[in-house]
């Protein structure tokens, strides 16, 4: 069996890490969207430069899951940042579940659920009041795997990929 290694992300991963989320979200996602569309987007939000932002900001954690000392998976969470549209009674101190990715052929090795049991002992851990995430209106399987967690649907919003708007779902946990 494989080794699997938690861990945080560091300032040295960004190379690799945008790699993965670049990867993991074009394997997802990548036929719904235009070359020009998809190739704008992992840009602005999938490249190393970002990566490199996201790990020197304070109010951003990033663990990554290796698998034999190569990325397989990874998370990326925000303090204090929840969704405009979400209804009222609004958190106070919401951590947004931003990325949540894991390699396609890493997918069904419980990776995803241990990167969510860390992103959720981090938000309890800081004093978060919920935690929320967008998961795609058309992915059932996320849907599922968020649901089984206490996360419920509060709110249908939209996520743009250059051109192309997208019907997502708010999904939020109250801790």
Known sequence: ???????????????????LARDSFVGAFGHLYSPEDLRAFLDEHRSAQRYRADLADPAKRVQVAEVDGALAGYCLIVLGQGFAERPDPRPRT??????????????????GAALMDWALAEARAWGADAVQLSVFSENPGAQRFYQRRGFRHVADIAFWVGNQRDAEFLYELAL
Do not use: H
Request: aromatic share 6%; with cysteine; charged share 15%.
């Open 94 to 111: 919401p951590v947004f579940l931003s990325q949540l990715y894991c390699l396609p052929a890493m997918t069904g090795r419980a990776l």
């Open 1 to 19: 069996m494989a080794e699997v290694i938690l861990r945080p992300a560091t300032l040295a991963d960004a190379e690799a890490l945008a790699r």
